[in-house]
């Protein structure tokens, strides 16, 4: 079949045995979030000998998938009562704060080698987040995972995602069908020379489903810290409905939503309010910003443009420069052709 300008498109037929051949090979492996359950508890009896009121949250893709994929690395960030109590409150960003995670962060990988010592443990200050990354060694522990310290924005994006995710039964398969695109593709940040976050994938995936009015807008004030439990609770997968259909539909429109309908010139994919209505000149992420901020000594790219919805005036796809713009759009064309490489 031919789409527009003449490009090929894979055949939904094709697009549908493919897709359900992905989630039975999913469904076939174990999902569910115990071992994250273990590493949660092994953490926390490490947070409990450095400071006892910190209580350790798990975000990321175990919260937002509500499934835990194997090889898959957990997000851990360790909160204070106060930080809880005001789960609505907005992240510190100086240096002094900085400067106490990291601090916290340091005691905590003493404990963590002390009592795990198989454990490969790095403690990573210079990011614009300090982070602590360990690595179980195989077996029993082999789980890895990122510890931050009295953040809260991970813990309400990943409610807010989860919360768009259980809305619509296909949302949860579609976002691990593009974020496994994204990594073969080496679009994914995660891989070198990759631009976009799985985190990132994830927005403009949820961006999709709201301009198609799959799902309704959630608020981005509802997820409050206060009110999500530091481990949420795992949410089996099931097969697709329809033998497939409708994910197959929903994957080649999401392509084509990207490829021939959002206007990344003018547009800003946002879930702080209703979809469409963001515009970079709205949020004066423009070609001057760009400039601005490469005098300050950043790369601040804005060709794609992914609004943080907790945090003031973040591009979630700064990283994507005029080259990768164009290397995006390549990728997207042939995963029309070959449903997210999965015909490939
Ligand atoms: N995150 C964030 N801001 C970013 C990147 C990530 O707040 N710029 C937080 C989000 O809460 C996200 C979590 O970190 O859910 C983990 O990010 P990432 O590893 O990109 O996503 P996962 O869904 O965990 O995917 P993967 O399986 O690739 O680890
Ligand atoms: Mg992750």
Known sequence: MKGKAGRSIAAIGDVRAAVL??????????????????????????????????????????VVLGVHEQGSDVDFVCLSPADVQDGKGADAVSEVAKGLQSGFLFRLSEVVKREHYLW?????????????????????????????????????????????????????????LVKQWSKKTGLNASVDGGCITSYGWNIMVVYYLLRRKLVKLVPVESCD???????????????????GQALAVMLMDFVSYYLDEFTP??????????????????????????????????????????????????????????????????????AQETALLLLA
């Not at 987040?129 to 991970?154: I, M, Y």
């Not at 530091?230 to 949410?235: D, G, I, K, L, V």
């Open 120 to 176: 490969d443990v790095e403690l990573v200050r210079r990011t614009r987040v300090p982070v602590l990354r360990v690595k179980g060694s195989l077996g029993v522990d082999g789980v890895s995972f990122d510890v931050t310290a009295n953040r809260r924005n991970g813990v309400r994006n990943s409610a807010l995602l989860r919360a768009y995710f259980t809305q619509c039964p296909e949302a949860r398969w579609l976002s691990m």
């Open 265 to 334: 010139e003018t547009e800003v994919m946002s879930l702080t309010r209703a979809a469409g209505e963001t515009t970079k000149e709205m949020l004066s992420w423009t070609k001057q910003a760009e400039d601005m901020a490469r005098i300050r000594g950043e790369r601040i790219h804005y060709r794609w443009c992914i609004e943080d919805p907790y945090e003031f005036d973040l591009n979630v796809g700064r990283n994507v420069t005029p080259f990768k713009l164009m290397l995006l759009r390549k990728h997207l064309e042939r």
């Open 21 to 62: 051949r992905f989630c039975s090979e999913q469904l076939s492996r174990r999902l569910d979030t115990k071992p994250v359950e273990d590493v949660h508890q092994k953490v926390s009896a490490c947070v409990q000998q450095v400071d006892p009121t910190m209580t350790p949250y798990i975000f990321g893709s175990t």
């Open 225 to 243: 810290v206060a009110n999500i439990a530091p481990m949420p609770p795992y949410m089996p997968l099931e097969t697709p409905q329809q033998d």
